[in-house]
């Protein structure tokens, strides 16, 4: 516990953006495209926005938008070290295929997980402990030189992920959802056009993927992320707003 502390308060939290600002940016694109808000807010954040990747099921599409127009946007990836390899080979082969330049890793502070997950079974009993750990702070400490970030969220995933807002307020930080009123078609469209290539486990009936002890298959007609944390009441690891401690 110590060290987790250590950890989560050397990380400077200044907030940069207010609801009001949120409320500006959401009108300013209220009736932009999806490729015209990407070109637009990476303009006006220069330097201060970072995308953030779990290089699953639908990463490509949000990383091909992004990299059709700056491909040394900073791309971050935590590996919590709990991944599928075939993640980790997914992400290196979009990576390369898209030409990103700017890939930075994230992994959970080793002190940290010596003392809190010291048998690296902490998902099997607290899956939102072993959250924190492994994604939360780890995306924190990415983000802190950063006062904004996209996310590749969409708003058909999940019960939770309805009414997805463009642009929301993160601990200060802007974040921006590009994605959040795309469908699967669409997605899957976007795939086809550009020739994207697909996350190996999809065809093994993953639709949702995350870390391995976590993520299940779904069956046609299932919630997409309903594969993800089965059987516990927890739907979001934590990064998008859920409360819990440290509140990715
Ligand atoms: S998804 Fe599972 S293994 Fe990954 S950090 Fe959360 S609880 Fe741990």
Redesign the pocket.
Known sequence: MVEAARVLDVIDLVPTFNSDDVAGYAARYADASTAELVAGVLADLEGRVAAVSSFGAESAVLLHLIAAIDKAIPVVFVN?Q?MFGETLAYRDELAERLGLTDLRVHRPDPFTLAARDATSL??SF??????A???VEPLRRALAPFDAWLSGRKGFQGATRTALPRFELDEGRLKINPLADWDKGRLDNYFAQHDLPRHPLERHGFASI??????STVSPGEDPRAG??RGWDKTE?GIHGEAHDPA?
Do not use: A, H, L, V
């Not at 995350?210 to 993520?215: N, R, V």
């Open positions: 919590t709990k902490r998902w607290d899956p939102d402990g072993c959250c750990i492994r994604k995350g870390c391995m002890p976590c993520t993800r944390w690891c990715f």
